[in-house]
């Protein structure tokens, strides 16, 4: 199906493990981004890209890596997960430029232990 | 730094109720865009707004943009349960293409 998809959409993990979260639009859009939201905030920005191999940092990029070598992947890996990066994480993309909508996943639910 | 300030942060109103949301910063935006997130899912865009005192309508919601492009309302006239859910404003820079700073929602009940 055409859109953008995130996996896995559940995941529970331990402190200190690698973990890496998928994402993969079929729209071919220059932009994609990675927020994470947490309860009593909006959407943080983590990391964006603006095409392929071109990503820079967002407002919380600390303990998180991100690659694009495919325009339609951004995969977001937590290096070493900490209790603080339970959240739940939003991948989106848009065409670019100000004023373009921002499509966004469904959503992946981590929990840290 | 909370660049937009959303208020109220909770709103729970009866069904027919009208209400307003306010998205308000020192900053002045090239654009905004309202969205409304549903539990268990992400954002879906409801409206861009681009020009200083520009006002779009959809449907029940108003939205209208400060005339400095520092602040913008959603208004929602006969509330029903089905507009329950997170809204959250999004601001856009012309420095920052392609990026937006998000507000912290503003979460609606409307009770039946």
């Known amino acids: 199906d055409a859109g953008i998809t995130q996996s896995p959409r559940y995941k529970i993990t331990e402190t200190g493990r690698q973990v890496t979260l998928m994402c993969h639009q079929t729209?071919?859009?220059?932009?994609m981004f990675w927020y994470r939201q947490d309860l009593g905030h909006g959407l943080r920005l983590i990391y964006y890209?603006?095409?392929?191999?071109?990503?820079d940092k967002g407002e919380v990029p600390d303990g998180y890596v991100v690659s694009r070598s495919k325009t339609e992947n951004f995969p977001l890996t937590l290096e070493s997960a900490t209790r603080s990066q339970t959240s739940v994480y939003f991948c989106?993309?848009?065409?670019?430029?100000?004023?373009?909508?921002?499509?966004f996943g469904p959503g992946t639910r981590l929990l840290v232990l | 730094t909370q660049l937009l300030e959303q208020s109220p942060q909770f709103l729970s109103i009866q069904e027919g109720e009208n209400l307003t949301v306010y998205c308000n910063s020192s900053?002045?935006?090239?654009?905004l865009q309202w969205y409304r997130q549903e539990p268990g899912e992400g954002p879906v865009l409801l409206v861009t707004?681009?020009?200083?005192?520009e006002v779009k309508k959809l449907k029940r919601l108003t939205f209208q943009f400060g005339d400095a492009r520092k602040d913008s309302s959603l208004h929602i006239t006969a509330a029903q349960p089905g507009d329950t859910g997170l809204y959250l404003c999004?601001?856009?820079?012309?420095?920052?293409?392609?990026?937006?700073?998000f507000g912290d929602g503003t979460t609606l009940t409307v009770k039946p």
């Open positions: 707004v681009v020009t200083g005192g």
């Open positions: 890209s603006a095409a392929a191999d071109i990503t």
């Open positions: 729209w071919s859009h220059s932009y």
């Open positions: 989106a993309s848009s065409e670019g430029g100000s004023q373009k909508t921002q499509y």
């Open positions: 999004a601001g856009q820079r012309r420095t920052n293409a392609g990026k937006s700073t």
């Open positions: 900053s002045v935006f090239s654009s």
